[in-house]
C-alpha cells in the first residue's frame, strides 16, 4: 500500500480518536441559525493547512496571479438513503444522470455558486455529478473570493523509515485560516479543496530489506540471481493460480468489454505496462486501449521518489491478470483536491466497471491533522461521497490496507497505538489486506546468518523476521521488532461505524491477538491529542481475545499476498534515474493487493457479463453461507497475525485477513 503524509506533529497524538472522528461519517450540515442571514459569512472546511505542519517557515506572500485550481465538494442529499441502499446493495444500479438527480445538489444551489465565484474571476466545471465542481483562477480570485490569504511556505522533508517512502522538501503556497463563503452557499459545500499546493501523500510499497538480502549473480535460479530470494519474483500469473482466477480464465473470461481504472498520484513511465505486459508477464494486449488522463494538470513527470513505481505496478497487475480489457489511468497532483477530483472523475465518467488506488494514510494521522487545523474535519466525508456514488453507479472500487500491520500510525505519524488506514476504512470500497505465502530464505548481515522458513499462507507481518534480524545484527530483538514494524493492514476503524454487512458476522466485532508491542510513553502533540510514542517488547505473547468495545468498521475486507518475501516483480523505467535495474523482484505490500482484486473483479465482470459493484454485501453474505468461497486463515497463534490482530478460530472474519484469501472462481459464482 502508499501511505500518507508524513507530517510528524511534534510528539504524542490522539486521545478519544473515535470521538474526534466518528461524526465525520454522519457527514452532518450545520447547525441552522433561528434567522439565518443568507450573506453572512460561513466558515467552510477547507484543505490542509500547511502553516501548522511542523518545522514549516513562510517566506512571502502569494503573488496574486499564481494559477490555482480549486475543488468545491457539494453535500449529497438524501444521504442516509445512499448509504444504506450501498451497505445492503444495489439491485439496480443509477446512471451518472440518475444519481446527479436523485442524490446531486439541485441547479439552483449549483448556479447560486458558481455565479458567486464568477464575480471574482473564476471559471467553473461542474462535474456530471452535480457533487464536484473544479474551479479555476488565481491566487487573488481566491482570497477576494474566499477572505484567506494565501502565503509562501517551505515545507522540510520528512525522512522515510521502515522501508516506508519519504516526503521531499517543497515549496508551496497555503492558508493559515479557514475559507469563508456566505451562509447560502455554505449550508451545501461540503469542502473546499485547493488552497495549498502541498504534495501530501508518499508511495509506499514495500521492497526487502537489501542489507539482509541480496542478490547472487551467480546462481542458476533466476530469481535468486535478481533478489537473493527463490520465490519473490512472482507474476500476475502466480497470483491468478494462487487464487483460482485460472477457473475464470478456463471458461473464456479475460476482461473483454470491460474497463478498468487506477486512480494514482504520480506518472506512469510511458510505455512501462505495455512493456510489462507483452514481455514480462506475457499476457495478450492486443485490441485493448490504454488511455492516460491527468486530472487538474496531471502530477508531472515521472519520478521514483514521487512515486512513479506505485503507478507503473498498478497499471501492470491490473492490466495482465485483465488482459482484455481496456484500462484507464486517472493519474492526478499529489494533493487532496488532485486525489479527490481523480476519484469523481472516474465516477462521472462512468466508463469503468471497477476501480483501485493505492495511496492513503493512518486514520490517527487524519484526526491529528484536524485538530491541528491541518486537514478539513470533512476530509473523509469528501471521499465517501466518492466511493457511494461508485457503488450507486454499480463501480467497484479497491483500496490498499496498509503496510504497517495493525499500527498504521507508525508508519506516518510515528505514534504507537493501534490505527488502520484511510481510504480504505471506508464502508463503501473493499479494503485489500496482506499475506505471506510460503516460501524459506536465508538472511544475512554483519554477525551471521539466519535461515527463515515460512511453511504455510499466513496473515502478514514481519514479527516473524524479528529473530533472524536480531541475531544477523546481533542486537536484542526488541531492537529488530520497533524497526520492522511492517505488514498487512488491519484493526477496527475509528473513523468510520461498522457497516450493515458486517453486523451479523462472527469476527466483526471481537478479535484474537498477540501482543508483542505493548503500546507507552504516552504525549500530547496538540490540545486534545494523547498518543503512546515507544513499546514495551514481549518476545512470546500468548494469544489473547476480546471484543470491538463499540469500534467502527472492521478492515481489511479480504487478502491475498503482499509480503515482498513472496512477492512480485517490477518494471520501473524510472528506477534508471537513481541508478537502480529497471526490473526488480522481492516488491510488495497491499499496493500488488488493490489492483490484482481490481483485475480480477473486471475479469469476473467479464464472466458474468455485468457489472458486479461494491462488492462488500455480497462478499460477507457468502463467507457466511455454507460452502465459502474464501479461506478464513482462521487459527490464532503468533504464526498467522499482523503484528496484533490473528485467526478467529472457527469465524468467518479476523481482523489480520479479513474474511481471508478468495477463490475468485467460486466468488464469482456467488457474485453471479
Same mark, same amino acid.
Given at each position: 500500500?502508499?501511505? /500518507?503524509?508524513?507530517?510528524? !506533529?511534534?510528539?504524542?497524538?490522539?486521545?478519544g480518536?473515535?470521538?474526534?472522528?466518528?461524526?465525520?461519517?454522519t457527514? *452532518?450540515g450545520?447547525? =441552522?441559525?433561528?434567522?439565518?442571514?443568507?450573506?453572512?459569512?460561513?466558515?467552510?472546511?477547507?484543505?490542509?493547512?500547511v502553516?501548522?505542519?511542523?518545522?514549516?517557515t513562510?517566506?512571502g #506572500?502569494?503573488?496574486a496571479? +499564481?494559477?490555482?485550481?480549486v475543488s468545491? $465538494?457539494?453535500?449529497e442529499?438524501?444521504?442516509?438513503i445512499l448509504?444504506?441502499?450501498?451497505?445492503?446493495?444495489?439491485?439496480k444500479?443509477?446512471?451518472v444522470?440518475?444519481?446527479?438527480?436523485?442524490?446531486?445538489?439541485?441547479?439552483?444551489?449549483i448556479?447560486?455558486l458558481?455565479?458567486?465565484?464568477?464575480?471574482?474571476? $473564476?471559471?467553473?466545471?461542474?462535474?456530471?455529478?452535480?457533487?464536484?465542481v473544479?474551479?479555476t483562477g488565481t491566487?487573488?480570485?481566491?482570497?477576494?473570493?474566499l477572505?484567506?490569504?494565501q502565503?509562501?511556505?517551505?515545507v522540510?522533508?520528512?525522512a522515510?523509515?521502515?522501508g516506508?517512502?519519504?516526503i521531499?522538501?517543497?515549496?508551496v503556497h497555503?492558508?493559515? +485560516?479557514s475559507?469563508?463563503?456566505?451562509?447560502?452557499?455554505?449550508?451545501?459545500?461540503l469542502?473546499?479543496?485547493?488552497?495549498t499546493?502541498?504534495?501530501s501523500?508518499?508511495?509506499?510499497?514495500?521492497?526487502?530489506n537489501?542489507?539482509?538480502v541480496?542478490?547472487q549473480? #551467480?546462481?542458476?535460479?533466476?530469481?535468486?540471481? !535478481?533478489?537473493?530470494?527463490?520465490?519473490a519474483?512472482?507474476?500476475?500469473?502466480?497470483?491468478a493460480?494462487?487464487?483460482? !482466477?485460472n &477457473?475464470?480464465y478456463?471458461?473464456?473470461?479475460?476482461?473483454?468489454?470491460q474497463?478498468?481504472?487506477?486512480v494514482?498520484?504520480?506518472a506512469?513511465d510511458?510505455?512501462?505496462?505495455?512493456?510489462?505486459w507483452?514481455?514480462i508477464?506475457?499476457?495478450?494486449?492486443t485490441g485493448?486501449?490504454?488511455t492516460?488522463?491527468n486530472?487538474d494538470?496531471?502530477?508531472?513527470a515521472p519520478?521514483?521518489?514521487l512515486?512513479?513505481?506505485? +503507478?507503473d505496478?498498478?497499471?501492470?497487475q491490473?492490466?495482465?491478470?485483465?488482459?482484455g480489457?481496456?484500462v484507464?489511468?486517472y493519474q492526478?497532483?499529489?494533493?487532496d483536491?488532485?486525489?479527490?477530483?481523480a476519484?469523481?472523475?472516474?465516477a462521472?465518467?462512468?466508463?469503468?466497471?471497477?476501480?483501485? =488506488?493505492s495511496w492513503g494514510?493512518?486514520?490517527?494521522?487524519?484526526?491529528a491533522s484536524?485538530?491541528?487545523?491541518?486537514?478539513?474535519?470533512?476530509y473523509l =466525508?469528501?471521499f465517501?461521497?466518492a466511493?457511494?456514488e461508485?457503488a450507486?453507479?454499480?463501480? #467497484?472500487?479497491f483500496?490498499?490496507a496498509?503496510?504497517a500491520?495493525?499500527?498504521?500510525?507508525?508508519g506516518?505519524?510515528? /505514534?504507537?497505538?493501534?490505527?488502520a488506514?484511510?481510504s480504505?476504512d471506508?464502508?463503501?470500497?473493499?479494503a485489500?489486506?496482506?499475506t +505471506?505465502?510460503?516460501w524459506?530464505g536465508?538472511?544475512?548481515?554483519p554477525d551471521?546468518t539466519?535461515?527463515v522458513?515460512v511453511?504455510?499462507?499466513?496473515?502478514?507481518g514481519?514479527?516473524?523476521?524479528?529473530?533472524?534480524?536480531a541475531k544477523?545484527?546481533?542486537?536484542?530483538?526488541? =531492537?529488530a521488532?520497533?524497526a520492522?514494524?511492517?505488514?498487512?493492514?488491519?484493526g477496527?476503524?475509528?473513523a468510520?461505524?461498522s457497516?450493515?454487512?458486517q453486523e451479523?458476522?462472527?469476527?466483526?466485532?471481537?478479535?484474537h491477538a498477540?501482543k508483542y !508491542?505493548?503500546?507507552t510513553?504516552?504525549?500530547?502533540i496538540?490540545?486534545?491529542?494523547v498518543?503512546?510514542?515507544?513499546?514495551?517488547?514481549?518476545p512470546?505473547?500468548?494469544?489473547t481475545?476480546?471484543s470491538?468495545?463499540g469500534?467502527g468498521?472492521?478492515?481489511?475486507?479480504?487478502?491475498?499476498?503482499a509480503?515482498?518475501q513472496?512477492?512480485?516483480?517490477?518494471?520501473?523505467p524510472?528506477?534508471?534515474?537513481?541508478?537502480?535495474?529497471v526490473?526488480?523482484?522481492?516488491?510488495?505490500g497491499?499496493?500488488?493487493?488493490?489492483?490484482?482484486?481490481?483485475?480480477?473483479?473486471a475479469?469476473i465482470?467479464?464472466?458474468?457479463?455485468?457489472r458486479?459493484?461494491?462488492?462488500?454485501?455480497a462478499?460477507?453474505? *457468502?463467507a457466511?453461507r455454507?460452502?465459502?468461497?474464501?479461506?478464513?486463515?482462521?487459527?490464532?497463534?503468533? #504464526?498467522?497475525d499482523?503484528?496484533y490482530?490473528?485467526?478467529?478460530?472457527? &469465524?468467518?472474519?479476523n481482523?489480520?485477513v479479513?474474511?481471508?484469501?478468495?477463490d475468485?472462481t467460486?466468488?464469482? &459464482?456467488?457474485?453471479?
Open positions: 500500500m502508499i501511505r /500518507t503524509r508524513k507530517a510528524r !506533529l511534534s510528539a504524542g497524538i490522539v486521545l480518536v473515535a470521538a474526534i472522528m466518528a461524526p465525520l461519517a457527514m *452532518a450545520p447547525a =441552522a441559525a433561528s434567522t439565518p442571514n443568507p450573506n453572512a459569512p460561513e466558515s467552510v472546511a477547507s484543505g490542509i493547512n502553516a501548522s505542519l511542523p518545522g514549516t513562510v517566506f #506572500s502569494t503573488p496571479n +499564481t494559477p490555482e485550481t468545491f $465538494i457539494l453535500r442529499r438524501d444521504l442516509n448509504q444504506a441502499e450501498a451497505q445492503q446493495g444495489f439491485t444500479y443509477l446512471s444522470s440518475g444519481f446527479a438527480s436523485f442524490f446531486g445538489q439541485t441547479p439552483a444551489n448556479s447560486a458558481t455565479s458567486y465565484l464568477a464575480k471574482y474571476g $473564476i471559471k467553473t466545471d461542474v462535474y456530471a455529478d452535480d457533487v464536484d473544479s474551479a491566487a487573488g480570485d481566491f482570497d477576494a473570493a477572505a484567506v490569504t502565503k509562501q511556505y517551505h522540510p522533508a520528512f522515510a523509515r521502515d516506508l517512502n519519504a521531499p522538501a517543497q515549496n497555503g492558508i493559515a +485560516t475559507p469563508l463563503l456566505p451562509y447560502r452557499l455554505s449550508n451545501f459545500v469542502a473546499i479543496l485547493g488552497l499546493n502541498y504534495g501523500y508518499a508511495s509506499q510499497a514495500v521492497h526487502v537489501t542489507n539482509y541480496k542478490p549473480p #551467480s546462481s542458476s535460479n533466476a530469481c535468486v540471481a !535478481l533478489t537473493g530470494l527463490a520465490g519474483c512472482n507474476l500476475p500469473s502466480n497470483f493460480a494462487d487464487y483460482d !482466477l &477457473g475464470l478456463n471458461k473464456g473470461a479475460d476482461g473483454a468489454g474497463t478498468l481504472a487506477i494514482t498520484l504520480a506512469v510511458p510505455g512501462a505496462p505495455q512493456y510489462f507483452k514481455n508477464a506475457h499476457v495478450p494486449s485493448r486501449t490504454f492516460v488522463q486530472i494538470g496531471g502530477p508531472g519520478s521514483d521518489a512515486g512513479t513505481g506505485e +503507478t505496478l498498478d497499471l501492470e491490473s492490466g495482465a491478470l485483465a488482459y480489457a481496456n484507464i489511468d492526478a497532483p499529489n494533493s483536491p488532485g486525489f479527490a477530483d476519484f469523481f472523475t472516474a462521472s465518467q462512468n466508463v469503468a466497471s471497477t476501480v483501485s =488506488a494514510e493512518s486514520e490517527t494521522y487524519v484526526a484536524i485538530l491541528a487545523g491541518q486537514e478539513t474535519s470533512t =466525508a469528501a465517501d461521497e466511493f457511494l461508485f450507486a453507479q454499480g463501480q #467497484s472500487g483500496l490498499a496498509g503496510d500491520g495493525a499500527y498504521d500510525a507508525s506516518d505519524l510515528g /505514534t504507537t497505538n493501534l490505527s488506514d484511510t480504505a471506508s464502508p463503501y470500497m473493499t485489500s489486506g496482506g +505471506t505465502l510460503p524459506t536465508t538472511l544475512t548481515g551471521g539466519a535461515t522458513t511453511p504455510t499462507q499466513r496473515a502478514w514481519w514479527d516473524y523476521l524479528w529473530p533472524a534480524i544477523i545484527n546481533d542486537e536484542p530483538e526488541a =531492537a521488532a520497533e520492522t514494524v511492517v505488514g498487512g493492514g488491519g477496527f476503524s475509528s468510520e461505524v457497516p450493515f454487512y451479523f458476522v462472527l469476527g466483526t466485532h471481537n478479535y498477540v !508491542l505493548t503500546p510513553d504516552y504525549e500530547t496538540v490540545a486534545g491529542l498518543e503512546p510514542t515507544a513499546w514495551n517488547f514481549t512470546a505473547p500468548s494469544v481475545s476480546g470491538a468495545d469500534r468498521r472492521a478492515v481489511p475486507d479480504m487478502s491475498a499476498d509480503d515482498p513472496s512477492g512480485y516483480l517490477l518494471y520501473e524510472s528506477f534508471a534515474g537513481v541508478g537502480q535495474p526490473l526488480q523482484g522481492g516488491w510488495g497491499t499496493s500488488f493487493v488493490a489492483p490484482q482484486f481490481n483485475g480480477s473483479t475479469v465482470d467479464s464472466a458474468l457479463g455485468h458486479v459493484g461494491l462488492l462488500n454485501p462478499l460477507y453474505a *457468502a457466511d455454507h460452502g465459502s468461497p474464501f479461506n478464513p486463515l482462521a487459527t490464532a497463534s503468533t #504464526s498467522n499482523n503484528l490482530y490473528t485467526g478467529n478460530p472457527g &469465524g468467518v472474519y481482523e489480520a479479513g474474511l481471508g484469501i478468495p475468485l467460486k466468488l464469482a &459464482g456467488d457474485l453471479g
